[in-house]
């Protein structure tokens, strides 16, 4: 059985009086003494904490200690408070227990500092946090509020709680602190008007004169001197080691923590002032006519200054002070209030006025501290209420905090004494009783409802008649009497009758923790703690918020006619509520020790521990630890907290809980004598056995921590592993998937490029192909149209070869008779020439005969023969060179040849011509009849229309070729063929031009001896057929547009809708077809009138509208467009011709 550390490990004394040997009170005194002077002040009783008070600060709550005791087991270090906080606050934690701490001692014997240093220890352990940090301040910063305003230096103690306070702190299911709620418990308001000697008033009020700044004085209009004010004690006033200054500002800051508003703080400490000012309003007596006194007020500056300071109309106060208005069912009587009787209503006013504002005090801090959630908490309540006291004179306050402390004693001893005998008789432990001193006979005594003390005090207040203290101590010399706790002078029981000790007005309470000797002095009033309606009502109509809140009961609509309840019965009902709370939660005992009486380190005086220890009942509660167990458990728990020790037990025992921990222990081989078995617990004699199952459990709990650690890092592991794995097969499916979509669109853009490029190579093949045909086919058309040419060239060079061949033929024969005849006409010009010369030798011969005879006679006549001659000669020599000379048939050859003489100029003319004339008969007499009609249409289109109208050069070289819509032959005509009668001698598509807008429709045009039909060009039905005689005139413009008016005739059938205006791209031949077919048709061979202008007039219907030609830029193509102007203009615009 190895613990590493305990509380036995260098051991001053004894640490845990259990183990005291032997156990005497001289013994206990001794250790207590011994540890007191190592500065060890707390020792154990089992689980109970004894303290004692070293009045001087240790250097044993350091965080380091904190750390120390944290988590650690309760015997495991040496004993301190913090290991009963650890406890209590991991039993709260973990096993889910309430708990509460339980402080108690006479007064001054460290309770207050015990319960800060349990709220410290706990605040510093628990969870961390904005959140939680704050709940802990205010928490903590709760302690200086409630201490500046409850707390005050008495005799025995200079921060001496004048009030009880228990504070349940809440925690989550974390241990995180939520909040709290402070319960106070009657505030012994009578030291607000007047303090015991030595002793000083509440905190507050010297922290107030002392700390304020000199301006909020001012505003509360008081003075620093407490001197000037009645309600302050003087001789007390400086307490040795407080700073009442810094306290202030402590206290104001702790305010300001807690949640305290500004204006609130303001208000408390107006009301705190208005206290003091109340202590100096002072009374002097009036004497009446009916030998009254009448009290007045004598100083009025500090009655005006306090109504001031609340808002309070001043006369209304005074008068309060003067009368007081008593109420009687439906009847009221105002009596006036004599001197003494004015001072009491002031001095009731500032104590109610002062325990009031502590209670608004709590309730306010509550409001700050109190959990915000609804779930369920965990609570450790701490319990510091006021220690027992015993002073010189003892009131009704004191008979009040005796009494508490007796009740808390008396839970002490259920729970500690009786509780833990009567469990080991219950659970048929082999136990001897331990006798110990019960104090319920001293709680009967005072709380009976029949005849305790307080039973008759309220009694006596209620009672009606004269009552008195006096008449209250007769009443308890009666009831009371005979009881052995109680003593009196005027007690039955002989055995006091001569201790004259015991004043006539007081009486005696033999308490748990010494004899009291009350004054019965104040009693009545205290317990009826009466207020005057009058100054009730007038705290009421302050203005001040804070004070008509704190005196509801002046509200004059709410009178309440019952009497509340006395402040005996109110604090009785409040500790019993509070005892009952207690009992329901696990309780922790710290007992404090005061070690001397005069508030000084290092001096332990022995008769005074001495009293604490038996009074407490400590060397009792010793015995009883070590008769018993130091620690029981039941079997359930107690199996379920160890099971794991022992492999049977473990993970599940499925027996009976008894068997189950006999099995246990036997396991671990725990010594017999170490542990009894009872009915339903287990209890277990040594601490140090408890610490070994402890130990093993932490070990094991080690074990176990690192085994479900393990499994748990196998699991996260494995989790994390599979995680990874499915994110990575999720990664992998997304990375494969980008990778491939990557290469896809990769291959598509490929695919795509390769695609154009090939459809690109294919389209250029087709192209190339295309064009090759194209071109192929361009050739097989050259080459046809060569062909063609060849052919018609061949066959017109046959023609031609056979022309010239007939010509050749003819001039061959020509030639050939040429030449014969020339031959001939040389043969005969030779003979000629021969005759001729021969004539001519003959006659020159002759004539040079004649000459030389008769020269001298025929000179003059031979040059005229000889002029002849040479002119002959010429002419011959002309004509040959002509006729060698001569050009083509060719009508539009324009050679010929050169003249030799210009004499010859008229005759080279003339003959020309008749060559052209001779070859043109020539050319023509090949024609056919259609030829020569084609030609004849030609001939006429010129006559009409050249050097007359721009368009007519460019339709020269084309062909008139009449039916452009092989309407004979095209199927879709077949119907509108079929209509027309006629011979169709022109169809063609034209533009009939709308009279509204001037835009054209496609219609078809046809042309036939007889008419001129307007038809559909989709659907082919005739739209208009005019007959020829009813067309007076065409009129077209000069320019270079195919526009041009048919003009009908007047009154004729087909000048119903007016004329036409069309537009034709065979204009010229449109119009001379018209008019060869017009005259040709006309009854009297009349001509068709063509009027060829840039303006003219066409008749639609009604209107007559002007046609204007203007020449434009190229626009929209070369074609004229035709725009409506007006109503009488159509303005066409032609583009002009392009050079
Ligand atoms: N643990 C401690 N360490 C140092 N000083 C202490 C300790 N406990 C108490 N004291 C001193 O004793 C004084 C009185 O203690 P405390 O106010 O706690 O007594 P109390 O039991 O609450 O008395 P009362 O019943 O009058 O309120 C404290 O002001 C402080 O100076
Ligand atoms: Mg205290």
Redesign the pocket.
Known sequence: MEVKTSLLDNMIGVGDMVLLEPLSEDSFLENLKKRFDHNE?YTYIGSVVI?M??????PI?SPEKVEEYRNRNFYELSPH?YALADEAYRSLRDQDKDQCIL?T?????????????VMSYVAAVCGKGQEVNKVKEQLLQSNPVLEAFG?AK?V???????FGKYMDIEFDFKGDPLGGVISNYLLEKSRVVKQPRGERNFHIFYQLLSGASDDTLKKLKLDRDFSKYNYLSLDSAVVN?LDDATSFRTVKNAMQIVGFMEDEIRSVLELVAAVLKLGNIEFKPESRCNDTDESRVRDKNDLKEMCELLGIEQTVLERAFSYRTVEAKLEKVSTTLNVAQAYYARDALAKNLYSRLFSWLVTRINESIKAQTKSRHKVMGVL??????IFEDNSFEQFIINYCNEKLQQIFIELTLREEQEEYIREGIEWTNIEYFNNAVICDLIENNQNGIMAMLDEECLRPGTVTDETFLDKLNTVCAEHQHFESRLSKNSKFLNDHSLPHSCFRIQHYAGKVLYCVEGFVDKNNDLLYRDLSQAMFKATHSLMKELFPEGNPSKVNLKRPPTAGSQFKSSVGTLMKNLQTKNPNYIR?I?PNDK?AAHIFTASLVCHQVRYLGLMENVRVRRAGYAFRQPYGPCLERYKMLCKRTWPHWRGPAREGVEVLMADLQVPTEEFSYGRSKIFIRNPRTLFFLEERRRQCLQDLATLIQKIYRGWKCRTHFLLLKKSQVVVAAWYRRYAQQKKYQRIKSATTVVQSYARGWQARKLLRELKHQKRCEEAVTTIAAYWHGTQARTELRRLKQEVRNKHAVTVIWAYWQGTQARRELRKLKEEARRKHAVAVIWACWQGLKVRREYRKFFRANAGKKIYNFTIQRIMQKYFLGVKSGLPSMSPVDKNWPARPYRFLDAAHAQLRSIFHLWRCKKYRSQFSQERKAVYQEKLEASELFKDKKSLYPSSVSQPFKGDYLEISKNPKYQKLNSCVEEKVLLADVVNKINRANGKGASRILLLTKKNVVLADQKTGQVKASVALPDLISVSVSTQNDGFFALKLKEGSASAVKGDFLLSSEHLIETITKLHHIGSTASDDGEQLDINISDEFLVQFKQDKVCVKFIQAAPKNGNSASCKRKNNRLLEVSVPAATA
């Open positions: 002040i303290s008070n070293p009045y001087r600060s240790l709550y408070i402080i001692g006479e007064s001054g014997s460290g309770k207050t500092e015990a319960s800060k240093l707390n008495t025995r103690n200079d921060n001496s709680s004048r080691g510091d209420i006021y220690g027992f006291e404090c005061k508030k």
